[in-house]
């Protein structure tokens, strides 16, 4: 369903086919992790959750594998081989959406994984008035032209600016523009080839987490030093079943119900981690609807959540865990289950803490119908001293 439902049909293009040889990562860098996601992924679902349809994605033909691994599971895509250039690549997925001829389309910098919405509204709003638009940021800095070490002289900033993508434009305006284009000098942008036509571009405002990836540093500073988040989950205590909890089986009259062995502590944990990386929840990653999880140990759920927290570039700083119950007494097994979580968690000891509480017997706890659990993670990144 398209989220601006007010704007004409667009399509989208994702240039995807360059080397990255500037960013010193081990794959090019669209492909690589970020944020628990391949780079490549994260604005190819954010343009089609905007209702981008369809989304052409240029590639290098020898990437093609990488490719459709980082985007499985999304539809509307179309992946079209790229050229030598980014204007090469640019004008591949313009020609690959010439069967549909959208209205408008966006075009898009596989490099600038964070897109926000508004700026995609904002694009698309200028298209009604101008055949292209470019969101763009004030250059804040001094700009100085210099010469062997030397200040030659400066630029009149204001006049200046830092131009980001998506770019937006007419479809037959555009795809014309690049069929005719024919400069001396290979434009950095899609803007430049309108341009060269006669046609005017507007301008609208940008925003500062469109920044490219550009450099290796861009990889490690973008993402922020420390990350929180919080879980909380409910289990109903049952006749017959084993007590699971922090990861240690307990002697009790009852046990907690669920798919998994239903440790209600251990899954709050994993929300909790899962939560700081903004990758879901537990439900996402082990759904209840999986056969392979029934009665499965929730220790492999805690491992697998830290797992994608180190994909993400981050580890366990600390846990915070508070269950809430009746009974059984969790203060004799405290020590216990913090030494289990530290170590399926793969931190010291003193970095996890075990609290417990009732609930003065109010509520289904206090009547001892099920237990809760509530749980703060602390990620920090990993080449955060
Ligand atoms: N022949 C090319 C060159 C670049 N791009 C894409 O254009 C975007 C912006 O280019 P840039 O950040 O310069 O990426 P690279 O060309 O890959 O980087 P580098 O110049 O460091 O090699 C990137 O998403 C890149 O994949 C492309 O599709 N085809
Ligand atoms: C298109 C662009 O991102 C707008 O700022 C930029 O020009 C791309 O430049 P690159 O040298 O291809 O990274």
Redesign the pocket.
């Given at each position: 369903m398209p989220q601006f439902a007010d704007t004409p049909r667009f399509a989208a293009i994702i240039?995807?086919?360059?080397?990255?040889?500037?960013?010193g990562q081990s794959l090019?860098?669209?492909y690589v992790r970020w944020r628990g996601k391949p780079v490549l992924r994260h604005s190819a679902e954010t343009l089609l959750a905007a209702g981008a349809q369809p989304l052409a994605v240029?590639i290098a033909p020898d990437a093609a594998d990488l490719a459709r691994e980082a985007l499985a599971g999304l539809d509307s895509i179309i992946l079209v081989d790229?050229?030598?250039?980014?204007r090469?690549?640019v004008a591949a997925g313009l020609e690959a959406l010439a069967g549909e001829r959208p209205e408008h389309v966006l075009i898009h910098?596989?490099?600038r994984p964070t897109l926000p919405q508004p700026v995609i509204a904002r694009v698309l709003a200028a298209l009604d008035d101008h055949p292209g638009a470019i969101p763009a940021l004030p250059v804040v800095d001094t700009i100085a032209r210099t010469k062997d070490g030397i200040m030659t002289g400066q630029e009149d900033r204001t006049a200046l600016a830092r131009v980001q993508t998506p770019q937006g434009f007419r479809y037959a305006d555009i795809l014309s523009a690049h069929r005719a284009w024919d400069g001396d000098e290979e434009p950095t942008d899609d803007a430049q080839v309108l341009r060269a036509e006669g046609k005017e571009v507007a301008v609208v405002a940008g925003d500062e987490r469109l920044a490219?990836l550009?450099f290796a540093q861009d990889f490690a500073m973008q993402a922020p030093p420390v990350r929180t988040g919080t879980g909380f989950d409910v289990h109903a205590l049952a006749e017959g079943e084993d007590l699971w909890l922090g990861g240690c089986k307990i002697d009790h009259d009852k046990g907690l119900a669920g798919h998994s062995d239903a440790d209600v502590a251990l899954h709050a944990l994993v929300d909790a981690i899962l939560g700081a990386i903004g990758n879901g929840d537990i439900g996402t990653h082990f759904p209840p609807s999986d056969a392979r999880w029934k009665g499965a140990s929730s220790g492999q759920f805690l491992q697998h959540a830290v797992s994608l927290a180190s994909e993400a570039g981050y580890r366990v700083g600390n846990l915070d865990l508070t269950i809430i119950c009746e009974a059984p007494k969790i203060g004799p097994h405290k020590d216990t289950m913090r030494e289990k979580i530290a170590e399926l968690a793969g931190i010291q000891i003193d970095a996890v803490s075990v609290k417990a509480t009732t609930t003065e017997k109010l509520g289904f706890t206090g009547r001892g119908e099920g237990i809760a659990a509530q749980a703060a993670a602390t990620l920090i990144r990993e080449d955060f001293q």
């Open positions: 240039v995807a086919a360059g080397t990255g040889s500037r960013a090019p860098k669209q240029a790229g050229g030598a250039t980014r090469a690549s910098d596989a490099a490219k550009t």
